[in-house]
């Protein structure tokens, strides 16, 4: 690989395309433009920190936005109730990288179920339920792809998709909660897998393997072992001399034409001073709140109602993943707290089951789930005292003798669920805050409380001496995962994007990220987002080069 | 589920009390931050930023119940008044006029339960454990716990869990890196147990 040096477009420069976004989808929408020869700038919210940066600093990185988005947000069940800030919580990073930096790296495909569900269980009263327009074996070569060129480490599952090539690196270590968990599961019948990770168990592509510090979960990972977009494609894409990455830059509006054509975006930079970025084509990699955000924000007198919306889609159907976990007590110490968060899982659950009497599926994992000040705050159960010299003992000495099981499943397409502008609230640059609306379907918690269940008999199986619920089958409230909010599909009624990830209504915007998923899968988008973003790459890079842009 | 439950887990815990004692802007962590460097390192007799020598003995008073020093260090060895100051004179300066209302609520108590006390600070462990019992479910009560525990496990840089006690607490073998076995359960697996 040549190495060129950065290279800095002035704003006047019509690039060839500006990705708005740094992330899972904006990282490798980079990589594959500029290495097809396309100019490019990618404006990024954040500031860019290099890995040497990252601090083991719970206080700071979960309790003070540390790398995490401040911006309020309102939030409300229904749209018949006023939203309030503090209701509710979104969590996504803000930096070069976007949350592939800061994620907790699980790293499951889709499978093949999650792309046809609506033709294998018809309608959902409540719900909009779809099938992709693309199939998992369109998308498989691409997850492959994700596999090889941000290195993945995990083995085949019993219940996997068919994959066209083996895992790079083999699976991470075995932890005690994932010994536990397999031996609990298998007393069931049950078939506990290896835990697919985007965290190198061997050095790869000149990056170190984990160490193995324990500082995964919204955390950035110091030795470039965690397979964020900042440690793997975006110095490739920095490489080709084509592609900048322009951080501190806070885009406001997709800038339209008469003729009804993007030909840039605007922007703060970091003194808050506006500018505007010229492009052939834009594509926003934003993520599932920010990307139909900006749409919203960008309305105009040719689209009032918001850009790319003629649908009335943008923002609606939001999905988030659901779940419940329960922790149980151990006799001897697990050290849960080393290492990284996963290592094994159960997906036998994974396919809705019509005898259940409802929809959905999900797996099932182990994990570590609290560092110090969280566990001291909040993880013991809830008879323990909570101070005093027994609440004293008992955090010190269930700390490292416990685990989680966390249950991940299905959210359906609500219509009513969604990303909106809200009319008052204000971020700090006096942009309209996001305003959420989100309440689950009802059968998203019956198959959240299914799977604490089984997580419960799970625990009694392995031995826990005592469990406890530590988060219930319950409405979300909270949310890292941002789906289906400009989904994809054939039907310009009733999407955003086509297959190629072109707007429907402007012929040279383009999405990709959380927001163009059409079901939620049963959680970890991650890989997903990633995998839909080589595949846009590709094709959005072939209409270029065809000239139908 | 999400991977990030615990931030939500805690406010959902804490309330709006609690969340006070979390700034919402880095900037202010910082200064924080800087406010603890300073002040760790400064020779005695110790002068606090926020508090008075008897508002600083009365928090540390309640902290050393909500933590106590038994068989092993608590929030008086942790330093968690130092973490509370800092907070007081910075990011949480907003909270110091309710909490010392709090604290002189808590004051009043002990002296017309106790006659003849001066604070609550003068009282025994076991009347002072009888009085917090009565307010345990205040918000005062409960914002107080919640910095005490904040304070005893944070980075001992924000000024508490000074020399680790807190993480000794838990044996949280901080900042390491480490190879498997990790635990007992993985370390027997490995042996074929």
Not at chain 1, 234 to 252: D, F, L, M
Not at chain 1, 316 to 331: D, I, P, Q, R, S
Not at chain 2, 157 to 179: D, I, P, T
């Amino acid at each position: 690989m040549q190495v060129r040096p950065r290279i800095t477009y002035p704003t006047t420069t019509e690039v060839d395309f500006v990705v708005v976004g740094s992330g899972a989808a904006g990282g490798v929408m980079a990589k594959e433009l500029s290495t097809r020869g396309f100019s490019l700038v990618v404006l990024e919210q954040g500031p860019r920190l290099e890995p040497s940066q990252f601090e083991h600093d719970e206080f700071k990185y979960l309790f003070n936005n540390g790398i995490s988005n401040p911006s309020p947000v309102s939030w409300r069940k229904t749209d018949k109730e006023e939203a309030k800030v503090g209701a509710g919580e979104l969590l996504y990073a803000r930096l070069v990288g976007g949350s592939s930096v800061h994620f907790t790296a699980n790293f499951w495909r889709l499978h093949e179920i999650d792309f046809i569900e609506r033709s294998r269980l018809g309608g959902i009263p409540g719900a909009d339920l779809q099938n992709w327009p693309i199939s998992y074996a369109d998308l498989e070569p691409y997850y492959t792809k994700v596999d090889w060129e941000i290195g993945v480490s995990g083995e085949p599952g019993p219940f996997d998709p068919p994959r066209s090539r083996p895992y790079p690196l083999p699976p991470m270590p075995v932890k005690s909660a994932g010994v536990l968990f397999e031996r609990g599961a298998r007393k069931l019948g049950l078939h506990p897998q290896s835990a697919p990770v985007a965290i190198l168990s061997r050095p790869f592509n000149g990056r170190n393997a984990c160490q193995h510090c324990g500082y995964c979960m919204q955390f950035g990972c110091e030795y470039n072992a965690k397979s964020s977009s900042l440690a793997s494609v975006i110095p490739v894409a920095e490489a080709t001399g084509k592609c900048e990455i322009r951080s501190n830059s806070y885009v406001r509006k997709v800038e339209i034409d008469a003729r009804g054509r993007a030909i840039g975006v605007t922007y703060f930079d970091a003194q808050k001073q506006e500018h505007l970025q010229r492009a052939k084509a834009v594509v926003l990699c934003a993520n599932g709140a920010e990307t139909p955000r900006l749409l919203l924000m960008s309305e105009s007198n040719r689209f009032p109602h918001g850009l790319a919306n003629s649908s009335g889609r943008v923002g609606k159907t939001l999905m988030f993943n659901v779940g419940a976990g329960a922790f149980g007590l151990f006799e001897h110490e697990l050290n849960e707290y080393r290492s990284i968060q996963v290592t094994r899982l159960l997906h036998d659950f994974y396919d809705s089951d019509p005898k259940r009497g409802y929809y959905g599926g999900g797996g099932i994992d182990a994990r570590f789930q609290k560092y110090p000040i969280t566990w001291a705050l909040g993880g013991l159960p809830d008879d323990a005292p909570r101070w005093g010299s027994e609440y004293k003992r008992m955090v010190g000495d269930y700390f490292n003798r416990s685990m989680l099981l966390a249950g991940h499943t299905t959210s359906l397409p609500v219509p009513s669920n969604s990303i909106s502008l809200d009319p008052t609230v204000k971020d700090a640059w006096g942009l309209p805050a996001i305003r959420v609306t989100y309440d689950d379907h009802p059968d998203d918690l019956k198959i959240s409380q299914f799977l604490l269940d089984r997580s419960m008999e799970i625990l009694d199986a392995a031995g826990a001496q005592k469990k406890w619920v530590d988060y219930p089958a319950e409405t979300a409230t909270f949310t890292a995962h941002l789906l289906g909010t400009c989904r994809m599909g054939k039907d310009p009624t009733t999407s955003v994007i086509d297959t190629d990830h072109r707007t429907h209504d402007v012929r040279n915007l383009f999405l990709c990220d959380g927001s163009s998923m059409v079901t939620s899968g049963r959680g970890q988008p991650t890989m997903t987002i990633m995998a839909l973003a080589f595949r846009a790459g590709e094709r959005i890079a072939a209409l270029a080069q065809r000239g139908e842009i | 589920m999400q991977d990030h439950v615990t931030r939500r887990a805690f406010l959902a815990a804490a309330g709006a009390a609690g969340a006070a004692w979390l700034a919402a802007d880095p900037e202010l962590v910082q200064a924080a931050l800087a406010h603890a460097r300073q002040t760790v390192g400064s020779p005695p007799p110790y002068r606090f930023a926020a508090l008075t020598a008897a508002e600083a003995a009365g928090l540390e008073a309640i902290a050393m119940r909500i933590l106590p020093s038994d068989e092993t260090p608590g929030a008086k060895e942790a330093g968690v008044i130092h973490f509370m100051d800092k907070a007081l004179s910075t990011y949480a300066a907003a909270r110091k006029g309710p909490v010392l209302a709090g604290l002189d609520d808590l004051d009043k108590r002990a002296t017309s339960k106790w006659p003849g006390t001066t604070s609550f600070t003068a009282l025994t462990p076991a009347r002072q454990d009888e009085l917090l019992k009565v307010i345990e479910q205040s918000d005062f009560f409960r914002e107080i716990r919640d910095a005490t525990v904040i304070g005893m496990f944070a980075n001992p840089s924000y000024g508490g869990n000074q020399n680790q006690v807190g993480w000794k607490l838990l044996n949280f073998q901080a900042h390491g890196v480490y190879q498997p076995p990790f635990g007992y359960y993985d370390a027997e697996a490995r042996k074929g147990g």
